[in-house]
Nanobody
Framework: QVQVVESGGGSVQAGGSLRLSCVVSGNIFGIMTMGWYRRAPGNQRDLVAT???????NYADSAKGRFTISRDNAKKTVTLQMNSLKPEDTAVYYC???????????WGQGTQVTVSS
């Protein structure tokens, strides 16, 4: 059974920082892409940042310059450092791990991030 578990969410004031972590465990190998997605109330789930096994990073425009994604391939973990948080960042953040042949990959249950003014 593959498990994807996020942690690190919480409530912060605008301008603050949070560090989200995700651990993938179970019988899974060859993870190509790991990433973070978020769903704000009333919205669809949107990409925040992804990173490939080789370290290629991709960010949503709203995250560029503020968020940094990193991963440890051996530990099968991915981290999202979020700085200069804005109220617009408030959402449930989901971790995803995908192998090359996966369509949707594996998802965690999400961790809540709330940014107040």
């Amino acid at each position: 059974q593959v498990q994807v578990v996020e942690s690190g969410g919480g409530s912060v004031q605008a301008g603050g920082s949070l560090r989200l972590s995700c651990v993938v465990s179970g019988n899974i190998f060859g993870i190509m892409t790991m990433g973070w997605y978020r769903r704000a109330p009333g919205n669809q789930r949107d990409l925040v940042a992804t990173i490939t096994r080789g370290g290629s990073e991709n960010y949503a425009d709203s995250a560029k310059g503020r968020f940094t994604i990193s991963r440890d391939n051996a530990k099968k973990t991915v981290t999202l450092q979020m700085n200069s948080l804005k109220p617009e960042d408030t959402a449930v953040y989901y971790c995803n791990a995908r192998r090359q042949l996966d369509r949707d990959g594996f998802w965690g249950q999400g961790t809540q991030v709330t940014v107040s003014s």
